[in-house]
């Protein structure tokens, strides 16, 4: 048997392959709207679907983390996965959307923005993995915007957009606001605007029964309301890291839910 065979987790390394297959059928469902009638019901519905996988692959890719992180579970193979499968699920299924939305009308202007966000995610992606490999140990943020939340931010925003021209069959002039947002992304993943990567708020976070029963009130109110609540808060934590410098750090701990160094061990 050979010592120098990676190891691999089967639960993370499963919610991961989740995340590839959202990314993967929400690429399959642009492609069937792309052959359909620009103005027919059903590639709406395509759309629908594809924006979807996509928040979806945004779950998988929550869950994947956390649970590698409850096991003591995180290995070097699980880093890569989960980099392969998000350049798939959130580089390319968003670059492709908002290209056959709205990109395509601008030909080969067009190809180059949807290219330069998947390259700027890739380029992301890789870098975060380097910097993992030389700084081992966790961090609580995150320089520059992450990707899945990029991609989130795209899906929520189309998922609006459809929403307020419902019954037009189309998205309608709204969708031209999607290239600069496309661009202003890709610029963001390579900023230095730190944002938190909530590590510290996992299964075994404590929360007093009033505030639980508020972060399970707007988990319920976000469902309910899936048109656009999952845009407002997409875009409330992409403006968060703006806001972030100005908090004291009392008031920052507490949103972020940082935990002590002594217990740092806890979710390493």
Known sequence: MNDQEPKIYLLPNLMTAGNLFCGFAAVLKIIEASVLDATGRSTIMNYHMALAFILGACVFDLLDGRLARLGGHESPFGREFDSLADVVSFGLAPALLVHQIVLQDFHRTGWVIAFIYLLCGALRLARFNCLSIEQPHSSSEFVGFPIPAAAGVIASLTLLMLWLNEGERTIGLWKFVLPPILLFLSFMMFSHVKYPSFKGLGWRSQRSIPRFLIIILVLIFAAINYEWMP??????????????????????????????????????
């Open 231 to 268: 845009a407002l808060l997409f875009v409330s934590f992409l403006l968060y890291g703006f806001i972030r410098p100005f908090l004291s750090k009392p008031l920052r701990d507490e949103i972020e839910e940082e935990l002590p160094p002594e217990h740092t061990d806890l979710i390493s």
